[in-house]
Each structure stands twice: as structure tokens, then as C-alpha cells.
């Protein structure tokens, strides 16, 4: 059970992911969550700099789609313009999002990763779904009430994690 809560990979940020890497394990989609995890929760639009990535990663032959709990109002506004398709209110760490994003990209579990911020939704989520999962560095400091709340818990199950020497990484 506590192992579901342990990423198989653990990298700054999204701009960090070893592109070469998952082409080599026949990796074809990759399902990203939106907020801390591709831009603050607060800032409404892609940056420049994630544009260019998700161009790159497109051309390197990677289709991608946003998985977020967020409302269809956020996840809509901040996914439209930059052309990726998205699934909101995804109600993570429920599998069933993660699931039709697959179906919609037309690929198989294992031709997927699951790369996010939290280890409760994401992480846990992405895991039990049976998919590869990769946790990034909150991008930012701030976040929304609710997550407040779900980091706690995940200082809680990380240290835990830790004392069982289970992790290796530094927070
Ligand atoms: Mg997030």
C-alpha cells in the first residue's frame, strides 16, 4: 500500500523529463497535471517557455493531455490556447480520468506516463491506476486551499516514507 505512494521517478520540473528516455521505453503519451506542476495555480496561461516545451514535445513525436481536479473554467481557459487537449474536474486520485485520457490518445497504459506535483492525487493515483509516474517540484510557493491541506498529509506520508528508507531524495 505505501509503495503506491512512491513516484518511479522524482525530477525538478516537467522541463527536466528525459524525452530519449521515454522514447526508448516505447513511451507515446504523457498525461501532465496543470497546477504547480506546468504553472503556478494562479497564473492563467501557459509561459512562453512551457509553450516552446510542449511544441518541442509534440514534435519529438509525444502526444499529451492535461489531467486536472481543477474546474472546466481554469483547466479550459489555460489549456484552449496552447492546443492540448484536457480532461478537468478529473476528480484524481480516481482512476477513471487517467483512463479515458489513454483511450482518447489511443494508447495503452504502458505506453503512458503520469507526471504531477502531488503525491496524494498524482502519484498515489497515477500508481494505482498502473501507470509510470513521475512527481515534479511544486512550481511555485502559493497554492489553493485544498492542496494546503493534501500537502500536510503528504509531508506526513514522504517522511514516513523517508524513516523506512524507502526514499532517497531531499526535499
Ligand atoms: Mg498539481
Request: positive net charge; hydrophobic residues 40%.
Amino acid at each position: 500500500m505505501i509503495k503506491q505512494f512512491i513516484p518511479n521517478e522524482y525530477i525538478p520540473s516537467v522541463f527536466d523529463l528525459n524525452l530519449e528516455e521515454l522514447n526508448d521505453r516505447q513511451i507515446k503519451g504523457i498525461i501532465t497535471d496543470l497546477d504547480n506542476t506546468l504553472v503556478e495555480w494562479d497564473r492563467p496561461e501557459a509561459t512562453p517557455e512551457l509553450l516552446d516545451w510542449m511544441y518541442f514535445v509534440k514534435r519529438q513525436g509525444f502526444q499529451v493531455t492535461i489531467v486536472s481536479n481543477n474546474n472546466k473554467e481554469r483547466v479550459s481557459s489555460f489549456s484552449e490556447p496552447t492546443g492540448i487537449q484536457f480532461i478537468h474536474s478529473a476528480k484524481k486520485p480516481m482512476g477513471h480520468a487517467f483512463r479515458k485520457a489513454c483511450k482518447r490518445m489511443g494508447l495503452k497504459k504502458n505506453e503512458v506516463v503520469v507526471i504531477g506535483d502531488q503525491v496524494l492525487t498524482d502519484v498515489f493515483g497515477g500508481n494505482r491506476a498502473g501507470f509510470y509516474t513521475v512527481l515534479v517540484v511544486p512550481v511555485g510557493q502559493g497554492d489553493g486551499f485544498f492542496t494546503k491541506i493534501n500537502r500536510k498529509v503528504e509531508r506526513r506520508v514522504l517522511h514516513r516514507l523517508k524513516d523506512k528508507g524507502l526514499i532517497q531524495w531531499e526535499e
